[in-house]
């Protein structure tokens, strides 16, 4: 097997794009490395699908080059190593779990066996019912074992566990590390924040076509160095915004979310104010909170 | 650099594989295409037409290229449509299989699943003793599975245009229209002047000679009146699927 080094796996270099006049993606730099779980983060639009096309050698690019394994997406010996697990996509029928994916396989050389692409997608038990007879998350398992029967370096996924159950999607991503920890390199697209945080080593948000944000989950999350204090209280809005360190509140009733940078100081200030304060609820900026953040900072300095 | 793509013979015949086991478990499709041929076959030349040798033998020729059209049309339109829809094959397309693998896989299972459906029509024939050399017999079968190239290329054509939907409405109307129309059920010479036109275009009537021609039902003085019209049908079949190949690929 060949060995792979940094920056020739997968590359966007200057990449634009458009659709209907629309700049999806301009000037665009992009780089993925192996052993690597990569998140694309970011709103509807912001441009991960065309990423995903455009790396997958679905949509060719409008200008700039892209490269994968230092060819063109669309050699087939591009293709040998790369799994992709669409976002929407069906199957044959009438045709057995198995059979797909044997017949699948049977498109790379080094592809792996049926049995263990079964049992890598936790599909062994299913092996011989017919595609049409599988619910919706057993189909995207399915989807998710013929993106890994190439024994691919680099395995794109859209929305991979959309539709699966708590089960089944704590056992993709199980089998999704396992093949980090073996040098793989991952593209997750994804919209959920939990599935990000629980897997990749690095999260790109995309907003505007642009790279925004690109880090370890920890790092993006201490770009917004906040606290969510959660309390009942009668104290009106006001109040509560002229609280130290407060940068936000929203009031419903009285229940009150108030967003901090300094967290200590607020909660003291807060009890001070309301000794009758109770139901307090401390959590810290959660990913969500500071992909928010960014993607508004980004979009404001666009407009 | 060596090849990390698996060879391709191995391929082409796994896709045949799966194509012809996509087509037998399906009764929707595999009902039809494969027995009502041979039900009208029975019902027409046999029992209607008594058995005369001469009817049998001529409509033995017919019904074999109708047999066919089936098939291939809605297995490569309607079903190319689907798979087209589904995403199915985007994801081939994505992987390293060979270009085209896919759909070569599926013109000889159509042939082999058109093959099926003659023979049951050859065993009604033998059964009430229809009388044909073992020359007359292959230069027929061979004339009727080729026929499965042009009605492909036309359902592919189809598939790679239109939604599933409307791609079984129209391959319904095109199976039908060549069949009546192409003169495979009813002799063109029966037909209205307008319709003995018409036939000039369309591929069912060409092959349809052709077989007449392979079981001694027609001159073979006529071969190029009805070959050059069909390489020139098939020829714009073909380009009519290459072009909704490239619009798919866009």
């Known amino acids: 097997m060949p060995s792979i080094s940094s920056g020739d796996l997968a590359a966007l270099q200057s990449v634009s794009k458009s659709y209907a006049k629309r700049n999806v993606l301009q000037d665009f730099d992009f780089a993925l490395e192996p052993g690597t779980v990569t998140a694309l983060l970011g709103p509807n639009g912001a441009g991960k699908s065309t990423i995903v096309g455009l790396l997958s050698g679905r949509l060719s690019p409008d200008a700039g080059v892209i490269k994968l394994f230092g060819l063109d997406p669309r050699h087939q010996n591009a293709r040998a190593r790369l799994g992709v697990m669409l976002q929407a996509a069906g199957l044959p029928d009438a045709l057995t779990v198995s059979e797909v994916i044997t017949l699948h396989a049977g498109y790379f050389k080094r592809g792996l066996k049926t049995a263990d692409i079964l049992d890598q997608a936790g599909l062994t038990a299913l092996a011989k019912r017919p595609c049409d007879k599988l619910s919706g998350g057993e189909q995207r398992r399915v989807q998710f074992a013929l993106a890994i029967a190439g024994a691919p370096d680099l395995l794109v996924l859209d929305e991979p566990t959309t539709g699966l159950d708590v089960q089944a999607r704590h056992a993709l991503w199980r089998t999704v590390r396992e093949k980090a920890a073996n040098g793989a390199a991952i593209l997750l697209a994804t919209h959920h924040m939990d599935e990000a945080e629980a897997l990749a080593d690095r999260l790109v948000v995309i907003a505007d076509g642009r790279i925004a944000a690109d880090g370890s989950p920890a790092a993006i999350k201490g770009r917004v160095a906040g606290t969510t204090i959660r309390v009942r209280t009668p104290l009106c809005a006001g109040v509560l915004q002229s609280l130290p360190g407060v940068i936000k509140v929203v009031l419903r009733g009285a229940d009150a979310s108030i967003f901090s940078s300094h967290a200590r100081n607020t909660l003291e200030a807060l009890f001070r104010a309301d000794p009758s304060l109770n139901d307090v609820d401390v959590t810290a900026a959660s990913l969500e909170d500071a992909l928010a953040s960014i993607v508004e900072a980004t979009l404001k300095e666009a407009a | ?250």
């Open chain 2, 1 to 250: 650099m060596s090849t990390l793509v698996a060879a391709a013979p191995g391929v082409f015949w796994r896709e045949t594989k799966a194509e012809f086991l996509k087509a037998a478990r399906m009764p929707m499709f595999a009902i039809p295409t494969v027995l009502l041929p041979v039900g009208f076959y029975a019902l027409f030349a046999v029992g209607m037409g008594r058995g005369d040798q001469s009817v049998v033998t001529q409509m033995l020729a017919t019904f074999g290229v109708y047999a066919v059209m089936g098939p291939a049309l809605f297995g490569f339109g309607a079903n190319v449509a689907s798979e087209r829809e589904s995403g199915q094959l985007e994801l081939k397309r994505l992987s390293p299989m060979p270009t085209g693998a896919h759909i070569v896989g599926k013109l000889v299972a159509t042939m082999a699943f058109s093959a099926i459906a003659i023979a049951l029509i050859y065993a009604v024939a033998a059964m009430v003793g229809i009388k044909l050399s073992a020359s007359q017999w292959a230069l027929m079968a061979s004339t009727q599975i080729t026929a499965v190239i042009p009605f492909a290329l036309i359902g592919l054509g189809v598939g790679y245009r239109m939604g599933s939907k409307s791609a079984v409405a129209i391959v319904n109307v095109l199976f039908l229209g060549m069949a009546v129309m192409g003169g495979l059920w009813i002799p063109l010479a029966l037909m209205p002047e307008a319709i003995q036109t018409i036939a000039w275009v369309l591929p069912s009537y060409h092959l349809g000679e052709l077989a007449l021609m392979a079981v001694g039902h027609s001159e073979m003085a006529y071969f190029w009146l009805h070959a050059g019209p069909l390489a020139l049908l098939s020829l714009a079949a073909a380009v009519f699927a290459w072009t909704g190949q490239q619009r798919h690929a866009a």
